[in-house]
């Protein structure tokens, strides 16, 4: 069974403050996602990376997939509150039929 | 375009009682189709999950099962409810097993 371990679990910040959360694996992904999730609400999906050392930006947000496809990084820039929520990262392995999800990363920013 | 509508959005059932919680995709053909729990800011654990027509993969032994009776509709049923059933239950689809899912809004089910 592969696991994604995302880290920081929970995360505070003021607003316009930066910030990076991580998804690591000890496997190797065939692709990986990015989700946000609203209280009371289902995952949205972000973006999807693919290529090792592949980057993408979606406005403030930054994604870095790891050159060896095992890791990912979110950045996001000047934070602001309506970038609360849980951020979820989810890898597929293989020929797997099904995605794996990390904990998720629980951010708070505050006004 | 595509939309999945999931309902109820919030559930309170006793213990001991059934469930039956459905999940409908429109304007696509033969999605996979998930269902998924989830813990209070916490990850997504894998209920059960379908690539077709009354074909249905478990992930999990437990007090629920699920059905696909028609290629957009998937049900998740329980005889009797525990309460360790509540939680926040979100159904997605997607084109493939490695492809992005789209969710639902969940349900909200708490059992008493």
């Known amino acids: 069974t592969q696991l994604l371990e995302q880290s920081p679990q929970f995360l505070s910040i003021q607003e316009g403050e930066n910030l990076t959360v991580y998804c690591n694996s000890s496997?190797?992904?065939?692709?990986l996602q990015w989700y946000r999730q609203e209280p009371g609400e289902g995952p949205v999906l972000l973006v999807t990376?693919?290529?090792?050392?592949e980057v993408k930006k979606l406005k403030r947000l930054t994604f870095q997939f790891g050159d060896a496809r095992k890791d990912s990084s979110l950045h996001i820039t000047a934070a602001q509150p309506g970038d609360t929520g849980l951020y979820l990262c989810?890898?597929?392995?293989?020929?797997?039929?099904?995605?794996?999800f990390g904990s998720g990363t629980q951010l708070t920013v505050l006004p | 375009s595509q939309t999945i509508h999931q309902w109820p959005a919030t559930l309170v059932q006793p213990v001991g009682s059934p469930l039956s919680l459905e999940c409908t995709v429109e304007?696509?053909?033969?999605?996979?189709l998930y269902w998924y729990r989830q813990a209070a800011g916490r990850g997504l654990q894998l209920l059960f999950y379908?690539?077709?027509?009354?074909?249905i993969s478990s992930e999990v032994p437990q007090n629920l099962s699920a059905s696909r009776p028609q290629d957009r509709q998937f049900i998740l049923s329980s005889k009797k409810l525990l309460l360790s059933d509540s939680g926040f239950y979100l159904c997605?689809?997607?084109?493939?097993?490695?492809?992005?899912?789209?969710f639902g809004d969940g349900t909200r089910l708490s059992i008493l």
């Open positions: 496997s190797v992904f065939s692709s």
């Open positions: 304007g696509t053909s033969n999605p996979n």
């Open positions: 990376v693919v290529t090792g050392g």
């Open positions: 997605a689809w997607s084109y493939g097993g490695s492809q992005p899912q789209h």
């Open positions: 989810a890898g597929a392995f293989g020929s797997a039929r099904q995605l794996t």
């Open positions: 379908s690539v077709g027509i009354g074909q």
